[in-house]
């Protein structure tokens, strides 16, 4: 579904990305998994457009999407959460839900539905539609961050580290959520921190390392605790 080759993204004369390749298939949860600063969220945004590579390719369904503006990735189905979920603060909960469907002006009805359909899957967020954002919990705020996502109707959704800073309990909820939005067709790539939850979830994982790709795997092919070695603690028993 998602093809990535030889990417390579700079901020200035600084290679964040050195030649990144990786591929997301089709109603699968697939895992990019690494230490902090190896490129984890840079690739999350240089697919989504908000950062430009300065060469390489990134294939969406067969289509050449690398450089296009973020709206109109977002138009060929792809929604990203971001790291720190980024929710409107100021805006309500029911402002929020609207801003994720922006570019569906023309769908007034679907959007409806969609909103419906929002507040019955995450019924917290009901509970709160007209509570500004910010003063939401983490765990209120991250649900909230995942149904704006949705309501672009994506075929496949990218998440940013969707357990950072959350409770155990509410870590466990989110990724509860994860894997019933691929049970019902939502190809998800995922970026995750919590290695061991994310191994639990994935069909397959890569590890990034100082911006290059350099493992990949099958979650039972390699010993947990070694994958876990390799892209945190700099092991090579998964080399």
């Given amino acids: 579904m998602l093809e990535v080759r030889d990417i390579v993204t700079t901020y200035g004369k600084i290679e964040a990305l050195k030649g990144v390749s990786l591929s997301v298939s089709e109603a699968k949860i697939t895992c990019l998994l690494g230490p902090n600063g190896a490129g984890?969220?840079?690739?999350?945004?240089?697919?989504?457009?908000?950062?430009?590579?300065?060469?390489?390719s990134i294939s969406f369904k067969g289509d050449e999407i690398a450089g296009l503006p973020a709206p109109r990735v977002v138009e060929r189905g792809i929604s990203l959460v971001p790291e720190n979920r980024l929710v409107f603060a100021d805006m309500t909960v029911l402002e929020n839900l609207s801003a994720g469907a922006y570019l569906r002006t023309r769908e007034k009805a679907a959007v409806a539905e969609d909103l419906e359909r929002?507040?019955?899957?995450?019924?917290?967020?009901?509970?709160?539609?007209?509570?500004?954002?910010?003063?939401?919990?983490?765990?209120?705020?991250?649900?909230?961050?995942?149904?704006?996502?949705?309501?672009?109707?994506?075929?496949?959704?990218?998440?940013?580290?969707?357990?950072?800073?959350?409770?155990?309990?509410?870590?466990?909820?989110?990724?509860?959520?994860?894997?019933?939005?691929?049970?019902?067709?939502?190809?998800?790539?995922?970026?995750?921190?919590?290695?061991?939850?994310?191994?639990?979830?994935?069909?397959?994982?890569?590890?990034?390392?100082q911006g290059k790709v350099t493992f990949e795997g099958t979650p039972g092919d390699v010993a947990e605790d070694e994958v876990i070695q390799r892209a945190y603690l700099g092991g090579s028993g998964a080399a």
Avoid: W
């Fill in 40 to 56: 984890k969220t840079t690739l999350m945004m240089t697919v989504t457009g908000i950062l430009r590579p300065r060469s390489g």
């Fill in 118 to 209: 929002m507040l019955t899957r995450f019924p917290r967020l009901r509970e709160r539609t007209s509570q500004a954002a910010g003063t939401l919990s983490g765990g209120e705020q991250q649900m909230l961050a995942v149904a704006r996502a949705l309501m672009a109707r994506p075929e496949l959704l990218l998440m940013d580290e969707p357990s950072l800073g959350l409770a155990p309990m509410i870590v466990e909820e989110i990724f509860e959520i994860i894997v019933e939005l691929n049970e019902d067709g939502t190809s998800i790539f995922l970026v995750e921190q919590n290695a061991h939850m994310a191994l639990k979830v994935a069909h397959h994982f890569y590890l990034i390392e």
